[in-house]
């Protein structure tokens, strides 16, 4: 009977709780109720985010795949005019290839017809090394200045002075290839071989110099587009 005294008191011959112990209980049984709305707020509000960042997610995915397939887009239904844009940029391959190619083989060809007109007779070696290098400078030039024909197939006149350089520079490997030859030659013949690199030289001196002027000439015609 003590211990139930001491949590109950007589009270007219019946037993009622004591204060102390009822609010104990309701303040045990408060917690886990606020417990349980903040955990209720928390997986709501976790869901919204994740709904909220998703939706974000997805507007920026949309967004970069059109940036990524308008350009294509645009490539496909005009590439003369996209040609024209890399060039007025300094970024059109095909006319910078040309370029370098040329004067790279301008500049082998005095070199060589220098040693030509040094030595009494030029090395198989070295003659066979000049072949290779020189043919491999005209056939790269000779496939960039295909491109851009065909990149610039609506413009008559680019199309023209492409044409005209493909016959100077056919003229420039007939040209090379005389020359070999007569530096092949056992009998070799020293005004002939630098007759035939002094038409080479001219050749592609004037090829490169028709190209530099047609790329500057399209550089400032589609700048102003």
């Not at 102390?20 to 709305?37: E, H, K, N």
């Not at 997610?57 to 967004?63: D, G, H, I, K």
């Not at 490539?75 to 040609?83: D, K, L």
């Amino acid at each position: 009977m003590r211990s139930q005294q001491s949590v109950f008191e007589s009270a007219g011959g019946r037993f009622v709780p004591r204060c102390s112990t009822y609010v104990t209980v309701c303040f045990l049984r408060l917690p886990m109720q606020a417990a349980m709305g903040v955990s209720i707020l928390n997986f709501n509000s976790e869901i919204t985010m994740n709904v909220t960042i998703r939706t974000l997610f997805c507007a920026a995915s949309v967004a970069a795949l059109a940036l990524t397939v308008s350009p294509q887009a645009a490539t496909a239904q005009n590439p003369f005019r996209t040609a024209g844009e890399k060039i007025s940029g300094d970024a059109y391959w095909p006319g910078r290839a040309t370029t370098q190619y040329l004067q790279s083989a301008q500049n082998y060809a005095q070199e060589f017809q220098t040693y030509v007109a040094k030595t009494p007779k030029p090395e198989p070696a070295v003659v066979a090394e000049v072949h290779k290098t020189l043919t491999a400078h005209l056939e790269e030039a000779n496939k960039h200045l295909a491109s851009m024909k065909k990149d610039f197939a609506d413009d008559k006149e680019t199309v023209a002075a492409v044409e005209k350089m493909e016959k100077d520079l056919a003229s420039a490997v007939a040209h090379h290839k005389a020359m070999i030859e007569c530096c092949k030659d056992e009998k070799f013949d020293k005004a002939m071989a630098m007759t035939c690199c002094t038409d080479l030289s001219k050749d592609l001196g004037k090829i490169h110099a028709d190209h530099v002027a047609l790329m500057k000439k399209l550089s400032t015609k589609h700048a102003k587009k």
